[in-house]
């Protein structure tokens, strides 16, 4: 491929030797990578080859990192995490919906259990630390038109560990945050890595139950608020938070005073009055 360079990262411990020490699903394929454009752009055409499950994609940087609405990720050397998983459940799509949910909480735990930090979700894939957006996840995937059973779903996963050099972007500044200035441990992107694989592997292992649904909820600092509704080429529409649903759609309330549940889109925070 030309968009990677496929040097292992040496020096602060994110190689595949020392992710496999602190990992215990063993069978993964791991790759690591000095510079990739976007691990989810790249394991999308490695799973269109016939890649298995299993296969993870990991970069010390992305120069072309993608989040959700198509919107760009920034994702400089040396200050977060960057890896994608390639699952194929052999499930229908809306089945495979809370993929998103899953890999959410499993980031909140291992980052609660790895650095003490609190963390609260932001439906439908925002992991947050106080009021700053620390970790974004892209759930992308590809689905079979005769069956309608996704034939793979490619889980990316970014976390700001440390504050990058010179700052965030200007337009990044108010929403931004890393979970620390430096770093306090030179093996905690491999440690946090395996710990947010395992968790993710482990939730997986029991689709179609979703026993992480309860963390997921706990963690929500929606509920109770007032949010806009985002959706592509159409007004924002105001609404009340009022639950997060078993399937994991958001459950709001329209100003009209009929209520709603958003299985896709996404929600911004209104200030309060």
């Not at 700001?160 to 992107?189: C, H, V, W």
């Not at 759609?249 to 889109?265: A, F, H, I, P, Q």
Request: charged share 20%; net charge neutral.
């Amino acid at each position: 491929m030309t968009d990677v360079t496929a040097d292992a990262i040496t020096g602060d411990g994110l190689s595949e030797q020392e992710l496999r020490r602190h990992l215990r699903h063993g069978s993964l394929d791991l790759r690591v990578y000095r510079s990739i454009s976007s691990t989810n752009t790249v394991l999308k055409q490695l799973a269109e080859d016939g890649a298995g499950e299993g296969l993870v994609l990991l970069a010390e940087k992305q120069t072309a990192g993608r989040g959700r609405m198509g919107r760009s990720f920034y994702s400089p050397s040396r200050s977060g995490l960057y890896m994608s998983i390639l699952l194929r459940p052999g499930q229908s799509a809306a089945r495979a919906l809370p993929l998103t949910a899953c890999a959410a909480v499993a980031v909140a735990e291992a980052v609660e259990e790895l650095t003490g930090i609190p963390t609260g979700i932001k439906w439908v894939n925002d992991v947050y630390a106080g009021e700053r957006k620390i970790c974004g996840i892209l759930t992308e995937g590809s689905m079979d038109a005769g069956s309608g059973a996704l034939r793979y779903a490619v889980v990316g996963i970014g976390v700001n560990l440390f504050s990058p050099d010179g700052g965030f972007p200007e337009e990044l500044k108010s929403i931004a945050g890393a979970l620390y200035t430096e770093a306090p441990a030179q093996d905690l992107r491999s440690r946090l890595a395996a710990s947010v694989l395992d968790r993710l592997l482990d939730y997986y292992a029991l689709f179609p139950e979703t026993p992480f649904y309860r963390g997921y909820r706990e963690r929500s600092f929606l509920l109770g608020r007032q949010v806009s509704i985002l959706s592509p080429g159409q007004a924002p529409v105001p609404a009340e938070v009022l639950d997060v649903a078993p399937d994991f759609s958001l459950v709001v309330r329209l100003g009209d005073g009929s209520v709603r549940c958003l299985n896709s889109g996404e929600v911004s925070i209104r200030p309060r009055p």
